[in-house]
């Protein structure tokens, strides 16, 4: 199984300011990596597929990056409603898809 | 719109059995891939299982291989599971996903979700 490691656990960030949120995974899955934004109460939403190609209606502040094992989300200028927990996930052979465990992005 | 509605959960005993269901609408339900992801309350995302459009090819996370099976009706666009001697840590609210990647595909990341379904385990 591929493991999917995320780093920070916890990110504090100031509306506004710049978010790093890594991912790295435990062999190379390519590009076959998504990024998966989650606010309380509510489903996951998909914001990255191909590591770098953003889903339908995801804003531009948001970038993906990162190919084989080392993966990146930023968030150049954190609104209010970005405030939430992120996922990435692998999807590089099937039938395996694993998760991380996830980055919490709070208010500073 | 796509529409992914999950019904089914509940509150059983340890050993028990439970079936969810997933009504599909505002898609080709019979294109793609679907799954089923698992989420512990407070925790993270669990893939459990997935199945391709034709039901051909099925794989479940190792944390339900023999006790849960996942079957799909194209006629009736809908996706189940079946669970089979339920444990504690099955305790989860349960989403419906559908696969981004069409016929002929490989597999890909999930691009609509249920609002999900809790199922408790509990003695």
């Known amino acids: 199984e591929i493991v999917m490691t995320q780093s920070p656990a916890t990110l504090s960030v100031s509306p506004g300011e710049r978010a790093t949120l890594s991912c790295r995974a435990s062999q190379s899955v390519s590009s076959n990596l998504a990024w998966y934004q989650q606010k309380p109460g509510q489903a996951p939403r998909l914001l990255f597929y191909g590591a770098s190609t953003r889903a339908t209606g995801v804003p531009a502040r948001f970038g993906g990056s990162g190919s084989g094992t080392e993966f990146t989300l930023t968030i150049s200028s954190l609104q209010s409603e970005d405030f939430a927990v992120y996922y990435c996930q692998q999807y590089n052979k099937w039938p395996s898809w694993t998760f991380g465990q996830g980055t919490k992005v709070e208010i500073k | 719109e796509v529409l992914l509605v999950e019904s089914g959960g509940g509150l059983v005993q340890p050993g028990m059995s439970l079936r969810l269901s997933c009504a599909a609408s505002?898609?080709?339900?019979?294109?793609?891939?679907m799954h089923w992801v698992r989420q512990a309350p407070g925790k993270g995302l669990e893939w459990v299982a997935g199945i391709t459009w034709n039901s051909g090819n099925i794989g479940y996370a190792d944390s339900v291989k023999g006790r849960f099976t996942i079957s799909r009706d194209n006629a009736k666009s809908s996706l189940y599971v079946q669970m089979n001697s339920l444990r504690a840590e099955d305790t989860a609210f349960y989403y419906c996903?559908?696969?981004?990647?069409?016929?002929?595909?490989?597999?890909?990341?999930?691009?609509?979700w249920g609002q999900g379904t809790l199922v408790t385990v509990f003695s």
């Open positions: 996903a559908k696969d981004a990647s069409s016929i002929g595909a490989a597999g890909g990341p999930f691009d609509y």
């Open positions: 505002g898609f080709s339900f019979d294109d793609y891939a």
